[in-house]
């Protein structure tokens, strides 16, 4: 480069080659444009302007002014090498040129010329002339720049970008919607953009675009679309339409985003708010300083706060302490360890009253390094701890009499070992049962059972210490443990005192009630030496009070310990006899007095023990009714007896009605009527063909109950005898009320019949009324000819005995039976 005016300045119009053969022209260029304000730049001939460029790609000229025709290297050929030059592939070039041809022209703008300047030059315009170029082609780069830049954003800009034809063709998507949908643009290109919309949603939508004005260009939708993964996603639109100045759209432009994150954090905080304001939880948001910011609904209800009281102040108001009074030092130090705190807490209500919380503090660290917070998050366990206290008392207190119950006593019974034990001393332990308490609660009700009960207790109570036990088992069980005894005689009289206490008569509403007790008192150590032997040898003691005739007390020893295993082994063969079939019934026959006629048979109950053969039905029918085993057992007699009825009536016998007796627990079933018609049914049998034997004792335990299942049973055609009769301590009345057909005179009258004059008279009275009242009479235990003849005489209806018959299995029964109808009487 031949001439230089030196660095570009700051204040200069631009830097501007002229490259011409002519000394003369690049003068006067350099001059004018100089004045003009340029920098200049000047080069003789195309080859040295060529180096000049390859050399000036790092600061390339503003403009170049080039001579079309300069020897060898003319301007065409510079201009062609120049604009495969990177830098220079924009750069303005003026082609100076006297030409005026047509091909020059064309191929002057084939090679990249911007414009042309015809000589001879006009010096006068030839600054302004290139200004007016520089300006054009700097606002065309700074356009393309901004277009570029405009691209670029769309491109790469996080949201979606779409823009289409009014007709809806898609001209335009970027690439933040192609990776969201997981194609391409071409596979949107040309599409409609109804396409991009939920079938479902359609309508609505392309409605909504379609009535956008020029007034209102714009409009926000949402819609929901199933994402690559399956899963929806959520999508808000921007959508703009463009419209040219008749009004008329001339295209739409739709800006979107992925709203599904911000969907769920809506959601998140909307139902956190709603578990804030909702929550029985008691929620407490305080600041490092224990001062409250926030608390929720259930907070102020139960404090009884208003929250514009409570707000700013500190947690000290409700004047929080824990189970070792250190609250505030103990959760303060955990919450520093391990931001956490978890604990029980008591607290002070506005109005002074107490609340019991399960709480539980989190720290949470603050966002962007601010404060920490801290929340608290309290269950209240007010009315818990009050139902908690009532449960522990219901687990461990009987509810009737207030007295520990069973497992209480267990645990007080441990101590009382572990102290004996420790100090080397007696205590005793007394196993009570009330006599007879059962009679009560069925002829007088429950209720007046559960005031005797109570009142039992507080008699019992006055004969305990302190530091002694009383407690229910259970029933009409009591314990009593007594401590520190110094010899059984102490035992002996405080049994004494509770045995005399409770003799005395109970007043209740009106009613004097008498009771006795049956005690049995095991001692510590000599008795046992844990719980279970000490309260079993004890209740073993009561049971053989109880079989000595009630109303006493007695110690353990190991002979009733004998007794009771054998009861206990008893009781479990009863159970395996009732599985095994080894019940069988032997048959006494009955017979008017005045034809001799067989009128029926009592069915007798009999165990063939395979051990010990035929067991007395004194031997295991009291423990049968005590276990409740003669419920079962009934059952099964009435219906060996039905199917034995059915059995002689196919051998040719008549049949003869065989009495059943039934004891008083069988009477409490309701179910018994029932049991006994199914077993009629089933086996096909006329209800006449059954008849019951109650005892007196047994009909009066619960005469209400007796009487509506006998009247069940006098319905279905079965007639009862009350058995026994004479020996009971009901009042006669009771027989107007009884559904009964016959009296059985108990054998106690009859053995003695003749030589006791008073069992005479009881005999007769008893014939006597029972015709009064239109009742069939028996008479049981007759085993003389004598006694036989005596009621003939007074009027008896029927009789049985060793002297008509003993009682026998069923096949002996009938061999009897056809002897007796085949013999002349």
């Not at 170049?64 to 300069?70: F, G, I, P, Q, T």
């Not at 139902?271 to 929550?279: D, G, K, P, T």
């Not at 302490?321 to 130090?333: C, I, L, V």
């Not at 308490?437 to 109570?454: A, E, K, Q, W, Y």
């Amino acid at each position: 480069m031949e001439e230089r005016t030196g660095m570009l300045s700051d204040d200069s119009e631009g830097l501007v080659l002229v490259v011409d053969d002519d000394p003369t022209i690049r003068v006067l260029m350099r001059k004018t444009l100089e004045q003009e304000g340029f920098s200049v730049e000047v080069e003789e001939g195309g080859s040295a302007a060529l180096k000049t460029l390859g050399a000036a790609e790092s600061r390339p000229p503003d403009i170049v002014l080039l001579d079309a025709l300069m020897p060898g290297v003319d301007g065409f050929v510079v201009l062609k090498e120049m604009r495969k030059l990177r830098a220079f592939a924009h750069t303005p070039v003026v082609m100076v040129t006297a030409l005026d041809d047509t091909e020059s022209v064309q191929r002057a703008y084939a090679e990249g010329v911007t414009d042309f300047l015809t000589k001879p030059i006009h010096w006068a315009n030839l600054g302004n002339h290139v200004k007016h170029l520089l300006r054009a082609n700097r606002a065309i780069e700074e356009l393309s720049r901004s277009r570029s830049l405009f691209h670029s954003i769309l491109r790469d800009i996080p949201i979606f970008v779409c823009r289409w034809d009014p007709d809806g063709t898609i001209r335009f998507v970027n690439e933040a919607y192609c990776r969201y949908i997981g194609k391409p643009a071409e596979e949107f290109i040309g599409r409609s953009f109804i396409s991009l919309v939920p079938e479902e949603e359609r309508e609505k939508i392309i409605a909504h675009i379609f009535s956008l004005d020029p007034e209102h260009p714009l409009a926000t939708l949402e819609n929901c679309i199933s994402g690559r993964d399956g899963e929806i996603r959520c999508q808000r639109w921007t959508i703009r339409v463009l419209f040219n100045e008749e009004g008329h759209p001339t295209g739409y432009q739709s800006i979107g985003e992925d709203i599904t994150e911000q969907k769920k954090s809506a959601e998140k905080l909307l139902l956190a708010r709603e578990v804030f304001e909702n929550s029985d939880e008691l929620i407490v948001v305080t600041d490092l300083n224990t001062n409250i910011i926030e608390v929720n609904p259930a907070f102020l209800r139960v404090t009884g706060y208003d929250r514009d009281e409570i707000i700013g102040r500190g947690m000290g108001l409700l004047k929080l302490e824990s189970n070792d009074h250190r609250f505030h030092e103990t959760h303060a130090e955990l919450l520093r360890k391990e931001g956490r705190w978890q604990g029980e807490i008591r607290g002070k209500c506005k109005n002074g009253e107490t609340f019991t919380c399960l709480m539980t503090i989190n720290a949470l660290s603050g966002d962007q390094g601010g404060s920490p917070r801290f929340v608290s998050l309290s269950t209240d366990i007010t009315r818990l701890k009050s139902v908690e206290a009532q449960l522990r008392h219901l687990a461990f207190f009987d509810p009737l009499t207030t007295l520990p119950n069973r497992d209480l006593l267990h645990d007080r019974l441990q101590q009382t070992i572990y102290e004996a034990r420790r100090d080397q001393s007696l205590f005793a332990l007394f196993f009570i049962d009330l006599d007879n308490f059962r009679d009560i609660n069925d002829t007088l009700g429950h209720s007046i059972g559960d005031l005797v009960l109570t009142e039992a207790a507080r008699r019992l109570k006055e004969h305990t210490r302190d530091s002694d036990t009383l407690a229910r088992m259970g029933g009409d069980e009591f314990v009593v443990v007594t401590r520190n005894i110094a010899a059984a005689e102490r035992a002996s009289a405080v049994a004494g005192g509770m045995l005399n206490d409770l003799s005395e008569p109970f007043l209740v509403e009106g009613r004097k009630i008498y009771l006795t007790l049956s005690i049995g008192i095991a001692m510590y150590p000599p008795d046992g030496g844990n719980t279970d032997e000490l309260l079993k040898r004890a209740e073993t003691a009561m049971y053989h009070a109880k079989s000595q005739g009630k109303g006493r007390y007695m110690f353990f020893s190991e002979e009733m310990n004998l007794c009771a295993q054998k009861r206990l082994a008893l009781q479990s063969d009863l159970r395996q006899a009732l599985e095994r079939d080894e019940f069988l019934l032997h048959y006494q026959p009955k017979i008017r007095l005045d034809t001799g006629e067989v009128t029926g048979v009592e069915a007798l109950l009999r165990w063939h023990r395979p051990e010990t053969g035929l067991v007395r039905p004194s031997s295991f029918i009291p423990l049968a009714e005590e276990t409740g085993l003669i419920v079962p057992m009934g059952t099964k007699i009435v219906h060996m007896a039905c199917a034995q009825i059915k059995s002689w009536e196919a051998e040719g016998l008549p049949v003869l009605p065989v009495a059943v007796n039934f004891s008083a627990v069988q009477l409490r079933e309701d179910s018994l009527a029932s049991v006994v018609e199914t077993t009629l049914r089933e086996i096909g049998l006329p209800p006449h063909s059954l008849e019951l034997e109650i005892t007196e004792s047994a009909i009066i335990q619960n005469a209400a109950k007796a009487v509506s299942i006998l009247q069940s049973m006098k319905a279905m055609g079965i007639k009862v005898t009350m058995d026994d009769f004479g020996t009971g301590y009901s009042s006669l009345s009771y027989l107007k009320r009884f559904p009964i057909s016959s009296l059985k005179i108990d054998r106690s009258f009859i053995g003695e019949l003749l030589t006791d004059g008073g069992d005479a008279v009881i005999v007769r009275a008893i014939i006597a009324m029972a015709h009064h009242l239109r009742l069939n009479v028996v008479a049981e235990g007759v085993e003389r000819g004598d006694q036989l003849e005596f009621l003939r005489q007074e009027g008896c209806d029927e009789a049985q005995g060793y002297y008509i018959a003993m009682p026998m299995p069923a096949e002996e029964f009938g061999r009897w039976f056809r002897e007796r109808t085949s013999t002349p009487a």
